[in-house]
């Protein structure tokens, strides 16, 4: 029998998963919901940025989060102490979210009604970037300890999003960190990029953060 | 027709990998060559590390690396400047190295006949950790700023390694990184894990690692 069938698995299921992300992005964009995956290392700040950004936005907006890890609670127990729903999905040593495993959180989370949901991504600055969420917009994060190479090593997360926020600036003096030469770095990657730096240690800049945010919820609502 | 060949893609896949990496062990040690997986975040300070320890390291043993980067070659560069040989693999997306494309960047740098191969896997925490690379010992640096709960969150990584450095002490008392608390965290996943802290900026603890290295290489060749 010299007949077979060639199947292109990987293919396959990132298309399953692209039709499926478009869905869920057009079907809160009919909900007035609006949906944010934040990527970032381990460590960079996801859960303190969460944090900073929850108490910079306008009162008004309910905001909801959907922390994936991959195998601990510690984030969604912080949320939780800060009374901001939250929901867990312990992705079981995946090493990113998709957009089923989005649509599985957002069950849960719904409940409350939020005007914004933000994804906190696995720690990960490679597989993450290769998976659309359904979000309607992806923010990373890069911290200034990692260094300000990281968009010539990791160019495609750089790619993918609108916004990078610089965390740990109140660090910069200890290092040999040029916010200049990063900004060089990540527009060459994606020259549409917009860069706020930050630190979520002190709350610096995360006004900036929260209306950059509050634009976006704005805008989809047209 | 109702028959049909079930193929358990993946587990195939890993399977294999682990015969080639089990025969690359044993063939590294029958030539006296000691191999070790060095795996960190992305910033953590594996380049910077892997320079100290070569400014350590007892000058008879000849060092060479193995670099791995998805789509640049910087840190081969550092290397290069520093007079070590090096190969640069380039993993064309991939988030993690296996046993194959170690032998492939083997093939190169075993022309300069090293003692000791350092690989500087991708900047990731989850997926590096599921691959056995063919390494002797396999060894992680956390940084400082990227915070004490990563065991916690990232297990696999710490159970598979033999050595934890801890590095970016010098920014310590910018943060509220509790060594204790790590430590406690990392052996309650892995009983066996030695942790030593360093500093990559002042070079301070790098003798304890390149120590900690020679009696390794010293065991090998019993």
């Not at 992705?91 to 949901?117: R, S, W, Y």
């Not at 300890?145 to 160019?155: A, S």
């Not at 609108?162 to 003096?173: A, H, R, S, W, Y």
């Not at 040999?176 to 917009?194: S, T, Y």
Request: charge should be negative; proline fraction near 4%; aromatic fraction near 4%.
């Amino acid at each position: 029998m010299s007949e077979f069938k060639l199947i292109k698995v990987k293919e396959g299921i990132l298309s399953e998963n692209d039709k499926k992300a478009s869905d869920l992005r057009q079907k809160l964009k009919s909900e007035n919901k609006y949906l944010i995956n934040l990527m970032a290392s381990p460590g960079a700040g996801k859960t303190s940025s969460i944090l900073k950004i929850a108490q910079n936005l306008n009162k008004d907006i309910r905001l909801a989060v959907i922390e994936a890890d991959i195998d601990s609670s510690v984030d969604a127990e912080k949320m939780a102490e800060n009374n901001i729903p939250t929901v867990q999905l312990s992705t079981g040593g995946f090493c990113h979210l998709d957009a089923e495993m989005v649509i599985q959180g957002l069950e849960e989370v719904v409940k409350e009604n939020p005007d914004l949901i933000i994804i906190e991504n696995v720690g990960n600055l490679v597989c993450p970037a290769e998976f659309d969420t359904g979000a309607h917009s992806n923010i990373m994060i890069l911290s200034v300890p990692e260094g300000d190479d990281k968009p010539l090593k990791y160019p495609l997360i750089f790619s993918v999003c609108e916004l990078l926020i610089v965390n740990k600036t109140d660090m910069i003096e200890l290092t040999d960190f040029n916010l200049e030469e990063l900004e060089k770095r990540a527009k060459k990657v994606n020259p549409k990029i917009e860069i706020i730096p930050v630190s979520a240690k002190t709350g610096k800049g995360f006004e900036k953060v929260a209306s950059w945010i509050e634009q976006k919820i704005q805008k989809i609502r047209g």
